[in-house]
């Protein structure tokens, strides 16, 4: 509806803006009217340069008033957009409380919080210490060369390779 609206401006504005220009280019051929017709010219002249200044004038408050309901059916569509995602309550306040105004998702403001949002992440998952992870001994049993001497090693950087196994340090 907004992209229909902005059409309509689009040519509302200049139509205004050439009416405005005809209507002074006009304004010298009034004194060769006969006189008592003049009044009557001057009257219909005076009627159309007001309707073109209305017109110019609607147009500008169309245009901003277009530009707020486009601007709110983003927002309304980024909202229905996050409300569907199926992210954390966390998450999703965190994205709707980033600026969108001026220079919109590009704002400093926002890199910022966004990097800050990054550092805090990375900070966390660094310094908590990884769970080893637990393989079921079922998994091992049904191996024929099972020896309890050896287990599965796991590291956050490589993917666990059960078919690798190494002897326990432990043992």
Not at 120 to 144: C, D, E, G, M, Y
Request: neutral net charge.
């Amino acid at each position: 509806m907004s992209s229909r609206l902005f059409k309509i401006v689009s040519y509302q504005g200049p139509m205004g803006a050439y009416q405005w220009e005809f209507l002074t280019h006009l304004h010298p051929l009034l004194e060769l009217i006969p006189k008592d017709k003049r009044l009557d010219a001057l009257a219909i002249y005076e009627e159309a340069m007001a309707l073109a200044a209305q017109q110019i004038r609607s147009s500008r408050h169309a245009f901003n008033c277009t530009n707020k309901l486009l601007g709110a059916s983003i927002t309304l569509c980024c909202h229905a957009w996050l409300c569907s995602t199926g992210l954390s309550e966390d998450h999703k306040n965190h994205i709707e409380l980033l600026p969108f105004e001026g220079d919109g998702l590009f704002h400093p403001l926002t890199d910022n919080m966004e990097d800050h949002q990054k550092r805090q992440t990375t900070a966390i998952r660094l310094n908590v210490v990884p769970q080893r992870q637990q393989w079921p001994f079922r998994f091992h049993a049904k191996r024929s060369n099972y020896n309890s001497e050896y287990h599965c090693t796991y590291s956050r950087q490589q993917p666990c390779d059960c078919s690798i196994m190494v002897p326990s340090p432990f043992h």
